[in-house]
Protein backbone atom coordinates (compact mmCIF):
# COMPACT_ATOMS: atom_id res chain seq x y z
CA UNK A 1 0.00 0.00 0.00
CA UNK A 2 1.14 3.37 -0.22
CA UNK A 3 1.34 6.72 0.85
CA UNK A 4 0.02 10.13 -0.10
CA UNK A 5 1.47 13.58 0.04
CA UNK A 6 -0.82 16.81 -1.67
CA UNK A 7 2.38 19.60 -1.82
CA UNK A 8 0.83 23.10 -2.23
CA UNK A 9 -2.16 22.36 -4.52
CA UNK A 10 -3.57 25.21 -6.77
CA UNK A 11 -6.25 25.00 -9.22
CA UNK A 12 -8.75 27.50 -11.04
CA UNK A 13 -11.33 27.16 -13.24
CA UNK A 14 -11.08 29.71 -16.14
CA UNK A 15 -9.06 32.57 -16.68
CA UNK A 16 -8.91 36.43 -15.94
CA UNK A 17 -10.94 38.23 -13.88
CA UNK A 18 -13.62 35.56 -14.33
CA UNK A 19 -11.45 32.80 -13.22
CA UNK A 20 -12.51 30.60 -10.44
CA UNK A 21 -10.32 29.32 -7.40
CA UNK A 22 -10.91 25.91 -6.39
CA UNK A 23 -8.44 24.61 -4.50
CA UNK A 24 -5.78 27.24 -2.77
CA UNK A 25 -2.13 26.31 -1.98
CA UNK A 26 -3.77 23.03 -0.14
CA UNK A 27 -0.83 20.23 1.32
CA UNK A 28 -1.85 17.27 3.44
CA UNK A 29 -0.41 13.58 4.09
CA UNK A 30 -2.53 10.82 4.02
CA UNK A 31 -0.19 8.12 5.70
CA UNK A 32 0.05 4.24 4.81
CA UNK A 33 -3.34 2.32 5.87
CA UNK A 34 -4.77 5.99 7.28
CA UNK A 35 -8.24 6.79 6.58
CA UNK A 36 -8.63 10.18 5.85
CA UNK A 37 -11.76 12.35 5.18
CA UNK A 38 -11.87 15.75 3.11
CA UNK A 39 -15.03 17.12 4.92
CA UNK A 40 -16.75 20.85 4.30
CA UNK A 41 -19.60 22.64 2.54
CA UNK A 42 -20.67 21.85 -1.16
CA UNK A 43 -17.92 24.28 -3.52
CA UNK A 44 -15.12 23.72 -0.72
CA UNK A 45 -13.02 22.68 -3.53
CA UNK A 46 -13.14 18.93 -2.04
CA UNK A 47 -13.80 16.78 -5.09
CA UNK A 48 -11.32 19.07 -7.27
CA UNK A 49 -8.72 17.60 -4.71
CA UNK A 50 -10.04 13.89 -5.23
CA UNK A 51 -9.79 14.37 -9.06
CA UNK A 52 -6.69 16.16 -9.47
CA UNK A 53 -4.96 13.09 -6.78
CA UNK A 54 -6.61 10.96 -9.70
CA UNK A 55 -4.99 12.68 -12.49
CA UNK A 56 -8.54 13.40 -13.73
CA UNK A 57 -7.43 17.41 -13.52
CA UNK A 58 -4.10 18.61 -13.75
CA UNK A 59 -2.97 20.88 -10.95
CA UNK A 60 -1.92 24.87 -11.34
CA UNK A 61 0.75 24.80 -9.04
CA UNK A 62 2.03 21.99 -6.66
CA UNK A 63 2.50 18.44 -6.47
CA UNK A 64 1.09 15.02 -5.92
CA UNK A 65 3.29 12.30 -4.58
CA UNK A 66 2.30 8.89 -4.32
CA UNK A 67 4.15 6.14 -2.33
CA UNK A 68 7.10 8.42 -2.28
CA UNK A 69 6.71 9.00 -5.64
CA UNK A 70 5.94 12.75 -8.06
CA UNK A 71 2.72 11.58 -9.77
CA UNK A 72 1.24 14.91 -10.63
CA UNK A 73 2.10 14.70 -14.21
CA UNK A 74 1.39 10.74 -14.20
CA UNK A 75 -1.33 9.02 -16.43
CA UNK A 76 -4.70 8.04 -14.47
CA UNK A 77 -3.41 4.75 -15.28
CA UNK A 78 0.06 5.00 -14.02
CA UNK A 79 -1.06 5.87 -10.21
CA UNK A 80 -3.22 2.47 -9.27
CA UNK A 81 -5.25 4.39 -7.67
CA UNK A 82 -8.75 2.95 -7.34
CA UNK A 83 -11.97 5.40 -7.12
CA UNK A 84 -15.48 5.92 -7.04
CA UNK A 85 -17.93 8.61 -7.19
CA UNK A 86 -21.41 9.74 -5.68
CA UNK A 87 -23.07 8.47 -8.74
CA UNK A 88 -22.47 5.44 -10.33
CA UNK A 89 -21.21 4.61 -13.58
CA UNK A 90 -21.86 0.98 -14.65
CA UNK A 91 -21.82 -0.53 -17.47
CA UNK A 92 -25.53 -0.91 -18.44
CA UNK A 93 -25.19 -4.15 -20.88
CA UNK A 94 -23.24 -6.28 -18.29
CA UNK A 95 -24.67 -8.46 -15.01
CA UNK A 96 -23.61 -6.85 -11.51
CA UNK A 97 -20.99 -9.73 -11.55
CA UNK A 98 -19.33 -8.79 -14.61
CA UNK A 99 -19.43 -4.70 -13.83
CA UNK A 100 -17.28 -5.45 -10.52
CA UNK A 101 -15.48 -7.95 -12.03
CA UNK A 102 -14.16 -5.71 -15.03
CA UNK A 103 -10.93 -4.12 -13.05
CA UNK A 104 -9.47 -7.58 -12.25
CA UNK A 105 -10.29 -9.20 -16.07
CA UNK A 106 -8.31 -6.15 -17.02
CA UNK A 107 -5.34 -7.42 -14.91
CA UNK A 108 -6.23 -11.08 -16.25
CA UNK A 109 -6.81 -12.33 -12.89
CA UNK A 110 -7.21 -15.81 -12.42
CA UNK A 111 -11.04 -16.70 -12.78
CA UNK A 112 -10.84 -18.75 -8.93
CA UNK A 113 -9.48 -15.65 -7.13
CA UNK A 114 -11.57 -13.18 -9.50
CA UNK A 115 -14.52 -15.06 -8.65
CA UNK A 116 -13.40 -15.47 -4.61
CA UNK A 117 -12.90 -11.35 -4.82
CA UNK A 118 -16.11 -10.35 -6.16
CA UNK A 119 -18.37 -12.66 -4.29
CA UNK A 120 -16.83 -11.72 -0.70
CA UNK A 121 -17.14 -8.11 -1.47
CA UNK A 122 -20.55 -8.71 -2.93
CA UNK A 123 -21.38 -10.14 0.58
CA UNK A 124 -20.34 -7.06 2.49
CA UNK A 125 -22.35 -4.79 0.55
CA UNK A 126 -25.58 -7.56 0.69
CA UNK A 127 -25.45 -7.43 -3.19
CA UNK A 128 -24.65 -11.44 -3.33
CA UNK A 129 -28.29 -12.04 -4.35
CA UNK A 130 -28.29 -9.64 -7.59
CA UNK A 131 -25.19 -10.53 -9.38
CA UNK A 132 -27.10 -11.68 -11.98
CA UNK A 133 -29.10 -8.98 -12.62
CA UNK A 134 -28.35 -5.76 -14.74
CA UNK A 135 -28.08 -2.27 -13.83
CA UNK A 136 -31.29 -1.07 -15.20
CA UNK A 137 -32.70 -4.26 -12.82
CA UNK A 138 -31.46 -2.26 -9.75
CA UNK A 139 -32.59 0.92 -7.62
CA UNK A 140 -30.57 3.94 -7.54
CA UNK A 141 -28.63 2.74 -3.93
CA UNK A 142 -28.05 -1.04 -5.00
CA UNK A 143 -26.52 0.74 -8.34
CA UNK A 144 -24.07 2.59 -5.98
CA UNK A 145 -23.36 -0.45 -4.13
CA UNK A 146 -22.55 -2.21 -7.26
CA UNK A 147 -19.98 1.04 -8.11
CA UNK A 148 -18.64 0.27 -4.36
CA UNK A 149 -17.97 -3.24 -4.63
CA UNK A 150 -16.17 -2.60 -8.98
CA UNK A 151 -13.43 -0.72 -6.44
CA UNK A 152 -13.00 -2.25 -3.67
CA UNK A 153 -12.10 -5.83 -4.90
CA UNK A 154 -9.03 -4.09 -6.70
CA UNK A 155 -5.95 -3.87 -4.45
CA UNK A 156 -4.83 -0.49 -5.50
CA UNK A 157 -2.68 1.46 -3.95
CA UNK A 158 -4.92 4.46 -2.92
CA UNK A 159 -8.58 4.04 -2.55
CA UNK A 160 -10.56 7.88 -3.28
CA UNK A 161 -14.31 7.96 -2.50
CA UNK A 162 -16.34 10.63 -3.54
CA UNK A 163 -19.55 10.67 -1.25
CA UNK A 164 -20.14 6.78 -2.06
CA UNK A 165 -22.87 6.30 0.19
CA UNK A 166 -24.66 9.72 0.36
CA UNK A 167 -27.34 7.87 -1.81
CA UNK A 168 -27.88 4.70 0.36
CA UNK A 169 -31.09 4.51 2.63
CA UNK A 170 -29.64 5.90 6.75
CA UNK A 171 -30.00 1.73 7.57
CA UNK A 172 -27.56 0.73 4.89
CA UNK A 173 -25.35 3.69 5.46
CA UNK A 174 -24.67 3.21 9.05
CA UNK A 175 -24.08 -0.66 7.94
CA UNK A 176 -20.94 0.81 5.29
CA UNK A 177 -19.49 3.06 7.76
CA UNK A 178 -18.76 0.13 9.61
CA UNK A 179 -18.23 -2.24 6.85
CA UNK A 180 -15.70 0.77 5.22
CA UNK A 181 -13.53 -0.02 8.41
CA UNK A 182 -13.59 -3.51 8.33
CA UNK A 183 -12.53 -3.33 4.45
CA UNK A 184 -9.58 -0.86 5.80
CA UNK A 185 -8.37 -3.34 8.52
CA UNK A 186 -8.88 -6.53 6.25
CA UNK A 187 -7.21 -5.27 2.88
CA UNK A 188 -4.69 -2.63 4.96
CA UNK A 189 -5.84 -0.01 2.25
CA UNK A 190 -5.19 3.84 2.49
CA UNK A 191 -8.44 5.97 1.47
CA UNK A 192 -8.87 9.51 1.41
CA UNK A 193 -12.85 9.83 1.66
CA UNK A 194 -14.80 12.73 0.57
CA UNK A 195 -17.56 13.93 2.58
CA UNK A 196 -19.78 16.84 3.67
CA UNK A 197 -21.63 14.27 6.14
CA UNK A 198 -19.36 15.00 9.76
CA UNK A 199 -20.65 12.07 10.92
CA UNK A 200 -18.86 10.10 8.89
CA UNK A 201 -15.61 11.81 8.76
CA UNK A 202 -16.11 11.46 13.28
CA UNK A 203 -16.82 7.79 12.92
CA UNK A 204 -14.94 6.31 10.23
CA UNK A 205 -12.15 8.83 9.62
CA UNK A 206 -8.39 8.58 11.66
CA UNK A 207 -8.09 11.98 10.57
CA UNK A 208 -9.90 15.09 8.81
CA UNK A 209 -8.59 17.89 6.65
CA UNK A 210 -11.13 20.43 6.89
CA UNK A 211 -11.82 22.25 4.38
CA UNK A 212 -13.59 25.84 3.34
CA UNK A 213 -13.65 27.97 -0.30
CA UNK A 214 -10.65 25.93 -1.57
CA UNK A 215 -8.67 26.51 1.99
CA UNK A 216 -7.48 23.92 4.79
CA UNK A 217 -9.31 25.24 7.78
CA UNK A 218 -7.88 22.41 10.50
CA UNK A 219 -6.42 18.80 10.09
CA UNK A 220 -6.51 16.62 13.27
CA UNK A 221 -8.22 13.69 14.78
CA UNK A 222 -11.81 13.69 14.83
CA UNK A 223 -11.56 14.31 19.00
CA UNK A 224 -9.57 17.00 18.46
CA UNK A 225 -11.35 18.71 15.64
CA UNK A 226 -14.76 18.96 17.49
CA UNK A 227 -13.06 19.70 21.00
CA UNK A 228 -10.17 22.51 19.75
CA UNK A 229 -11.96 23.71 16.97
CA UNK A 230 -9.01 26.26 15.21
CA UNK A 231 -11.87 28.61 14.11
CA UNK A 232 -15.08 29.82 14.10
CA UNK A 233 -16.09 27.79 10.45
CA UNK A 234 -14.84 24.32 12.00
CA UNK A 235 -16.46 25.04 15.13
CA UNK A 236 -19.73 25.69 13.46
CA UNK A 237 -19.37 23.05 10.84
CA UNK A 238 -18.68 20.13 12.77
CA UNK A 239 -21.29 18.70 15.43
CA UNK A 240 -25.14 18.43 14.53
CA UNK A 241 -26.37 20.51 15.24
CA UNK A 242 -24.37 22.79 14.97
CA UNK A 243 -22.56 25.12 17.70
CA UNK A 244 -24.37 27.93 18.80
CA UNK A 245 -22.58 31.41 17.73
CA UNK A 246 -23.06 34.86 18.69
CA UNK A 247 -21.56 38.30 18.12
CA UNK A 248 -20.55 39.67 21.75
CA UNK A 249 -18.99 42.43 23.79
CA UNK A 250 -16.08 40.82 26.16
CA UNK A 251 -16.23 43.69 29.38
CA UNK A 252 -13.72 43.06 32.16
CA UNK A 253 -14.10 45.70 35.05
CA UNK A 254 -13.64 45.89 38.74
CA UNK A 255 -12.57 41.90 38.98
CA UNK A 256 -15.45 40.79 37.09
CA UNK A 257 -15.50 39.23 33.60
CA UNK A 258 -19.08 39.42 31.59
CA UNK A 259 -19.70 38.66 28.26
CA UNK A 260 -23.03 40.93 26.94
CA UNK A 261 -24.92 40.64 23.91
CA UNK A 262 -28.13 42.44 23.84
CA UNK A 263 -29.44 42.50 27.19
CA UNK A 264 -28.33 39.09 28.08
CA UNK A 265 -24.60 38.87 30.26
CA UNK A 266 -22.68 36.04 31.47
CA UNK A 267 -20.06 35.62 33.58
CA UNK A 268 -16.91 34.21 33.14
CA UNK A 269 -14.68 32.55 34.86
CA UNK A 270 -11.47 34.61 35.56
CA UNK A 271 -8.37 31.93 35.72
CA UNK A 272 -10.08 30.60 32.29
CA UNK A 273 -10.06 33.87 30.98
CA UNK A 274 -6.40 35.29 32.35
CA UNK A 275 -5.51 31.37 31.06
CA UNK A 276 -6.16 32.54 27.61
CA UNK A 277 -4.76 36.10 27.99
CA UNK A 278 -8.05 38.11 27.59
CA UNK A 279 -7.95 39.13 30.91
CA UNK A 280 -7.76 42.71 32.19
CA UNK A 281 -8.06 43.94 28.60
CA UNK A 282 -10.42 46.70 27.48
CA UNK A 283 -14.26 45.76 26.08
CA UNK A 284 -13.33 43.94 23.04
CA UNK A 285 -16.29 42.92 20.27
CA UNK A 286 -15.51 38.79 20.22
CA UNK A 287 -17.82 35.55 19.03
CA UNK A 288 -19.07 33.36 21.69
CA UNK A 289 -19.55 29.48 21.08
CA UNK A 290 -21.48 27.08 22.97
CA UNK A 291 -22.44 23.59 22.05
CA UNK A 292 -26.45 22.72 22.38
CA UNK A 293 -25.91 19.58 24.28
CA UNK A 294 -24.24 22.02 26.84
CA UNK A 295 -27.41 24.29 27.37
CA UNK A 296 -29.92 23.19 29.95
CA UNK A 297 -32.95 24.22 31.55
CA UNK A 298 -33.24 26.80 33.87
CA UNK A 299 -35.92 26.20 36.47
CA UNK A 300 -38.48 28.84 36.83
CA UNK A 301 -37.75 29.97 39.66
CA UNK A 302 -33.54 30.86 38.59
CA UNK A 303 -34.35 32.50 35.42
CA UNK A 304 -33.27 35.93 36.34
CA UNK A 305 -30.32 34.30 38.22
CA UNK A 306 -26.79 34.89 36.24
CA UNK A 307 -25.60 33.11 33.04
CA UNK A 308 -29.55 32.21 32.14
CA UNK A 309 -29.90 33.20 28.68
CA UNK A 310 -33.38 33.87 28.92
CA UNK A 311 -36.03 34.03 25.82
CA UNK A 312 -38.82 32.78 23.93
CA UNK A 313 -39.38 29.24 22.34
CA UNK A 314 -39.14 30.03 18.57
CA UNK A 315 -39.66 25.88 17.59
CA UNK A 316 -38.74 22.47 19.39
CA UNK A 317 -38.32 19.55 17.29
CA UNK A 318 -39.10 15.86 19.43
CA UNK A 319 -36.21 12.87 18.36
CA UNK A 320 -37.10 10.17 20.45
CA UNK A 321 -35.58 10.20 23.97
CA UNK A 322 -34.29 14.01 23.14
CA UNK A 323 -35.48 17.70 22.10
CA UNK A 324 -33.93 20.47 20.32
CA UNK A 325 -34.91 23.60 21.35
CA UNK A 326 -34.91 26.77 19.36
CA UNK A 327 -34.51 29.57 21.54
CA UNK A 328 -34.93 33.37 20.37
CA UNK A 329 -32.47 35.88 22.27
CA UNK A 330 -32.39 39.08 21.40
CA UNK A 331 -32.37 38.37 18.31
CA UNK A 332 -30.15 35.06 17.97
CA UNK A 333 -31.55 31.50 17.93
CA UNK A 334 -29.84 29.33 20.67
CA UNK A 335 -30.11 25.42 20.04
CA UNK A 336 -30.37 23.44 23.27
CA UNK A 337 -30.35 19.62 23.31
CA UNK A 338 -32.36 18.50 26.05
CA UNK A 339 -33.67 15.12 27.24
CA UNK A 340 -37.04 15.00 27.80
CA UNK A 341 -36.97 13.36 30.79
CA UNK A 342 -35.73 16.94 31.96
CA UNK A 343 -37.97 18.61 29.78
CA UNK A 344 -41.07 17.63 31.00
CA UNK A 345 -44.18 18.69 28.70
CA UNK A 346 -43.49 20.04 25.62
CA UNK A 347 -43.09 23.74 25.44
CA UNK A 348 -45.40 26.16 24.06
CA UNK A 349 -44.13 28.30 20.60
CA UNK A 350 -43.44 31.86 22.05
CA UNK A 351 -43.42 30.63 25.94
CA UNK A 352 -40.88 32.31 27.78
CA UNK A 353 -37.73 29.70 29.02
CA UNK A 354 -34.74 30.04 30.72
CA UNK A 355 -31.57 28.16 29.16
CA UNK A 356 -28.39 27.56 31.82
CA UNK A 357 -24.74 28.73 30.73
CA UNK A 358 -21.95 26.80 31.89
CA UNK A 359 -19.38 29.24 31.23
CA UNK A 360 -16.65 25.84 31.19
CA UNK A 361 -18.63 25.24 27.79
CA UNK A 362 -17.91 28.57 26.52
CA UNK A 363 -15.46 29.45 23.31
CA UNK A 364 -14.55 32.74 22.42
CA UNK A 365 -13.90 33.77 18.77
CA UNK A 366 -11.64 36.64 17.14
CA UNK A 367 -14.81 38.01 15.31
CA UNK A 368 -12.81 39.83 12.56
CA UNK A 369 -10.42 36.65 11.96
CA UNK A 370 -12.31 33.64 13.66
CA UNK A 371 -9.65 32.27 15.10
CA UNK A 372 -10.18 30.73 18.23
CA UNK A 373 -9.22 32.26 21.45
CA UNK A 374 -10.20 30.03 23.78
CA UNK A 375 -11.63 26.61 24.32
CA UNK A 376 -13.97 25.29 26.57
CA UNK A 377 -13.18 23.76 29.49
CA UNK A 378 -13.83 20.14 28.65
CA UNK A 379 -11.99 18.34 31.27
CA UNK A 380 -14.08 19.89 33.95
CA UNK A 381 -16.94 19.90 32.24
CA UNK A 382 -17.22 16.32 31.02
CA UNK A 383 -17.54 15.28 34.43
CA UNK A 384 -20.57 17.71 35.53
CA UNK A 385 -22.43 16.81 31.88
CA UNK A 386 -21.09 12.59 31.81
CA UNK A 387 -25.07 11.67 32.44
CA UNK A 388 -27.12 14.49 31.82
CA UNK A 389 -25.64 15.24 28.32
CA UNK A 390 -26.80 13.65 25.09
CA UNK A 391 -24.28 12.40 22.19
CA UNK A 392 -22.63 14.91 20.53
CA UNK A 393 -23.71 14.03 16.99
CA UNK A 394 -27.09 12.56 15.80
CA UNK A 395 -28.03 11.54 12.29
Known amino acids: MAGLRVEGIEKAFGRGERAVRAVCDLSFDVADREFVFLLGPSGAGKTTTLRTIAGLEQ ?57 ERVMGVAKILQIERMLERRPRELSGGQQQRVAIGRMLVRRADLFLMDEPISHLDAKLRAHMRLEFKKLQREFQSTILYVSHDQLEAMTMGDRIV ?14 TIFDRPANRFVAGFVGEPSMNIADCTLEDAGGAATLRFGHQRLALDRDWLDAAGLGNA ?22 GAPNVIRGEVYAAETLGSETILDVEADGVIFRAWIRNSALGRAPAIGEAIGLQVDPRAIYLFDRDSGKTLAFADLSRLDDAHALSSPSPLIH
Open 59 to 115: PDAGRVLINGSDMTWAAPRERNVAMVYDKNSLYPHLSVFENMAYPLRLQRLAEPELR
Open 210 to 223: VMNEGVVQQIGPPR
Open 282 to 303: PARALSLGIRPQHLSLAPQAEQ
